[in-house]
């Protein structure tokens, strides 16, 4: 009934951390003398990556209002929820804290593996790099 809102709500806060991030991010490569080598030293920059776990979120909790809605249980007058007009309000905080915050974990731990993945792939290629204008 309401699964999607937790996501969504991890999403907004993800979306305003990573607006931070990227602007200490920009203030840093324009204080950079060359932002060439610089952006080669550090790869891809953690707002990018923080970008992804928004699409993720972002994309996941659309499709889960938009099967809500398909469904009838998002309606477009107050209070928006069948649940809630219904009072079944604690079936809906129990779906929100199962599968709602069940999303959002399966989601974000998505995520950190992407990052991991990332991380290790820019090392061996930085690696690679330096071993290349050593020889």
Do not use: Y
């Amino acid at each position: 009934m309401a699964c999607f809102l937790v996501p969504g709500t991890e999403a907004i806060v993800t979306t305003i951390i990573e607006k931070a991030v990227k602007a200490k991010e920009k203030k840093q490569i324009e204080k950079s003398e060359n932002e060439s080598s610089d952006l080669q030293k550090h790869g891809i920059g953690f707002s990018t990556k923080l970008g992804w776990l928004n699409k993720m979120l972002w994309g996941g909790s659309a499709l889960l209002a938009f099967e809500h809605i398909w469904h009838g249980e998002v309606i477009p007058t107050f209070p928006f929820l069948t649940a809630v007009k219904e009072g079944e309000t604690l079936g809906m905080l129990k779906e929100m804290g199962t599968a709602g915050v069940g999303m959002a974990i399966i989601v974000t731990t998505v995520w950190v593996g992407m990052v991991i993945v990332s991380n290790a792939l820019e090392k061996r290629t930085a690696g690679n790099a330096e071993e290349k204008t050593e020889a």
